[in-house]
């Protein structure tokens, strides 16, 4: 039975640099250069999972090994039965995120294959906002924002791909010490307009973790995992 440790991101990651060994493979005929390529794909690989059991790590390393499209495309097949998925939240836990927001709208849970997610994350047209809900910590954390539409495409601070974009800004938690009462700072960042296909792209999540930290801390809106 296959006991899933990948997250999203990371298969994400091993993805991206297994595209790379493949196109290496296609363009450079320097045996040496060749050599360095794989190894370095490899140790990036297994890099990621410093605790993994040998077996893992065996099944990991086999990306050295590859030659052709169609050994890349069998790797990244094998490496899906292992992948783990979001874990399980509901409706219920979603609203308990975001208590402020009676008429939250939230996406059907049921139509979204959780090994492909890394946040859950929906805009609402109506009102112009985004929400995000990410396990950190052991705690689900909400994060609820204003989104703008940019209409252009730049690189999105989560996932560093060039999409197309909207400004999120989110209104700050955290207040200094000696604060005035009416103190207000907002966080924004520009992030892809479509959550799923930054999902599909993210291969990193410290610039997620670091943005929710800069709004909510580790505190704020959570719900146990």
Request: glycine share 4%; charged share 25%; with cysteine.
């Amino acid at each position: 039975m296959c006991e899933p440790f990948i997250r999203n991101h990371q298969y994400n990651f091993i993805k991206k640099q297994a595209g790379i060994l493949e196109q290496a493979l296609r363009t450079i005929a320097d045996p040496k250069v060749l050599e360095s390529v794989r190894s370095g794909t490899e140790a990036k690989i297994v890099g990621l999972f410093p605790n993994a059991e040998d077996a893992r790590k065996q099944m990991l390393e086999e990306v050295s090994a590859l030659k052709t499209a169609e050994d890349f495309q069998k790797y990244m097949r094998t490496l899906e039965p292992y992948m783990a998925e979001f874990p399980q939240i509901t409706k219920n836990q979603i609203q308990k995120l975001f208590p402020k927001n009676k008429k939250l709208k939230i996406p059907d849970l049921t139509m979204i294959d959780h090994r492909y997610v890394t946040y859950l994350g929906w805009n609402d047209a109506a009102t112009n906002k985004l929400f995000i809900v990410y396990p950190l910590n052991g705690q689900f954390i909400g994060l609820e924002g204003r989104f703008t539409p940019t209409n252009k495409k730049s690189f999105c601070f989560l996932c560093n791909r060039y999409e197309e974009l909207a400004l999120f800004s989110a209104v700050s938690k955290k207040r200094p010490a000696n604060a005035s009462p009416d103190y207000y700072k907002a966080v924004g960042n520009y992030l892809c307009m479509n959550s799923h296909e930054c999902n599909k792209n993210l291969t990193d999540t410290s610039a997620l973790e670091k943005f929710i930290e800069s709004v909510i801390g580790l505190t704020g809106y959570s719900y146990p995992v």
